[in-house]
């Protein structure tokens, strides 16, 4: 079984991804922040409502509800939009059930920290949180592939170019889908079809 940390430690783009993401969030967190304390300073001065604002989570909530609403209506939370990445739905339609499904870990940095894990840990596309996979979404930049499969073939996972008399030199088979191996040093070869590594 591959997974996303077999793949991140030498694969740039990869890198890449998951910095921007990383960008992104902590865009929105502040955004999202701000909303919670303007919000704070109503309840507070509101007789009654002070004490149910310090209700655990209560800024996680509202900013799993801004990346819902944004990513529905438009894809892209503000960060998102700031660091050029965008949800992508891997079926036909991508909903508001979907749109929650995915952003439910942002309730706490622990559940995104595990959720992060979860997806890395198993075999998949590295760009997806576990969540990802449940909602069938994924994240991608401008013009890159939805798909794994394309993502892979469309050269965005490669750091080398082969010549074609490198490529028959190399001309090996992966034992998961036969797709040809691409030498990464150490005796070690990855799938260009399927990214797993042997």
């Given at each position: 079984?591959?997974?996303?940390?077999d793949l991140?430690?030498?694969?740039?783009?990869?890198?890449?991804?998951?910095?921007?993401r990383l960008?992104?969030?902590?865009?929105?967190?502040?955004?999202?922040s701000?909303?919670?304390?303007?919000?704070?300073?109503?309840?507070?001065?509101?007789?009654?409502?002070?004490a149910?604002?310090?209700?655990?989570?209560t800024?996680?909530?509202?900013?799993?509800?801004?990346?819902?609403?944004?990513?529905?209506?438009?894809?892209?939370?503000?960060?998102?939009a700031?660091?050029?990445?965008?949800?992508?739905?891997?079926?036909?339609?991508?909903?508001m059930?979907?749109?929650?499904?995915?952003n439910?870990?942002?309730?706490?940095?622990?559940?995104?920290?595990?959720?992060?894990?979860?997806?890395?840990?198993?075999e998949?596309?590295?760009?997806?949180?576990?969540?990802?996979?449940?909602a069938?979404?994924?994240?991608?930049?401008?013009?890159?592939?939805?798909?794994?499969?394309?993502?892979f073939?469309?050269?965005?996972?490669?750091?080398k170019?082969?010549?074609?008399?490198e490529?028959?030199?190399?001309?090996k088979?992966?034992?998961?889908?036969?797709?040809?191996?691409?030498?990464?040093?150490?005796e070690?070869?990855?799938?260009?079809?399927?990214?797993?590594?042997?």
């Open positions: 079984m591959v997974t996303g940390f991140i430690h030498d694969n740039k783009p990869l890198q890449k991804h998951w910095v921007k960008i992104a969030y902590i865009l929105d967190f502040f955004i999202s701000l909303v919670v304390y303007l919000i704070f300073l109503f309840f507070f001065w509101v007789p009654g409502l002070g149910w604002w310090y209700f655990p989570m800024a996680g909530m509202v900013q799993v509800f801004y990346s819902a609403v944004f990513e529905y209506s438009t894809k892209k939370t503000i960060g998102k700031v660091m050029g990445i965008e949800v992508g739905s891997l079926t036909q339609t991508f909903d059930p979907e749109a929650l499904i995915r439910i870990s942002k309730l706490h940095g622990i559940l995104l920290l595990l959720d992060w894990l979860g997806g890395m840990l198993s998949g596309d590295p760009r997806q949180r576990y969540l990802d996979r449940l069938e979404t994924t994240v991608t930049g401008t013009g890159e592939p939805v798909h794994v499969g394309d993502f073939e469309d050269h965005i996972f490669r750091e170019k082969y010549d074609e008399r490529e028959e030199k190399e001309l088979q992966c034992r998961e889908c036969g797709g040809t191996l691409v030498s990464i040093g150490e070690r070869y990855r799938c260009r079809d399927c990214g797993r590594i042997q």
